[in-house]
């Protein structure tokens, strides 16, 4: 959902935003939080004082304070910041490059198709790329040309986008696929076809169901339609926040 909000950033507005007035990004808050858990100390630090009777034979670190810059550099998750920045800028190269345009022209041969037939073949091609990709890193990099193709087809981008999202997540077939697979495919147990095997048959049936619940029951309760809608014409996608 903040890919596609990334994309359309002038249809769910952010805090502040549409306002003439400047306000703090909502980083501000966790950078704020930050800085106090720098400062705030593990223990009381009263306790031991006149004003805080401490337990007897009790000893205090007040120097040590709840996080540490050490701490920060060996538990932050640095690959997965790595990916989701890598990921905006790839997605940002697209769209500058043209490439998202270009692809997006690549599928005017669905023009003339349903819906229905559009969303399906999207979902097959996003559930084939997710395979060899992150979940992050194929909807970072699809939502711009999802928003592209839908500009081109006149189709309503939330239709594609959000079909598009789940799919990313229909990742049954390899190891690489995603962490889960990996970790079973660890103990030796199966072997690769093992997965394979099963893996279509989930991804093909999987699918189905996406593509059939986005174009009954989700469209119903989303408010979607065929038609492209007044707030995408104005609006030119771009990577925001």
């Known amino acids: 959902s903040s890919g ?14 549409g306002s003439s007035k400047t306000y703090l990004s909502d980083a501000w808050t966790v950078i704020m939080l ?4 720098f400062n705030i100390p593990k223990e009381n630090p009263l306790q031991g004082t ?6 007897s034979g009790k000893k205090f670190h007040r120097s040590e304070m709840m996080l540490d810059m050490a701490t920060v550099m060996a ?6 910041i790595v990916l989701l920045g890598g990921g905006y800028a790839l997605a940002s190269g697209c769209k500058t490059s043209g490439l998202s345009a270009w692809l997006g022209d690549s599928f005017m041969f669905l023009e003339n198709q349903k819906p229905f037939v559009i969303a399906l073949v999207i979902s097959a091609l996003v559930a084939c790329l997710t395979e060899v990709a992150s979940n992050t890193a194929s909807t970072t990099l699809l939502m711009p040309i999802l928003a592209s193709i839908s500009r081109k087809l006149q189709l309503n981008p939330l239709y594609l986008m959000i079909t598009g999202t789940i799919s990313a997540s ?3 077939c390899l190891p ?9 495919f660890s103990f030796k147990e199966i072997k690769v076809i093992d997965m394979l095997r099963t893996g279509v048959f989930m ?23 065929d038609e492209f809608p007044d707030w995408a ?3 030119d996608p771009v990577i925001g926040s």
């Open 203 to 225: 991804n093909g049936l999987s699918v189905l169901v996406v593509v059939i619940g986005m174009s009954t029951w989700g469209s119903s309760i989303l408010g979607l339609t």
């Open 170 to 172: 229909l990742a049954f």
């Open 34 to 37: 930050s800085l106090l858990l």
């Open 4 to 17: 596609i909000n990334a994309e359309y950033g002038g249809t769910v507005k952010a805090y502040g935003s």
């Open 176 to 184: 690489s696929a995603t962490g889960p697979n990996a970790l079973v």
């Open 233 to 235: 014409k104005n609006v």
């Open 75 to 80: 538990k932050t998750p640095w690959d997965v």
């Open 50 to 55: 006149l004003l805080w009777k401490a337990p």
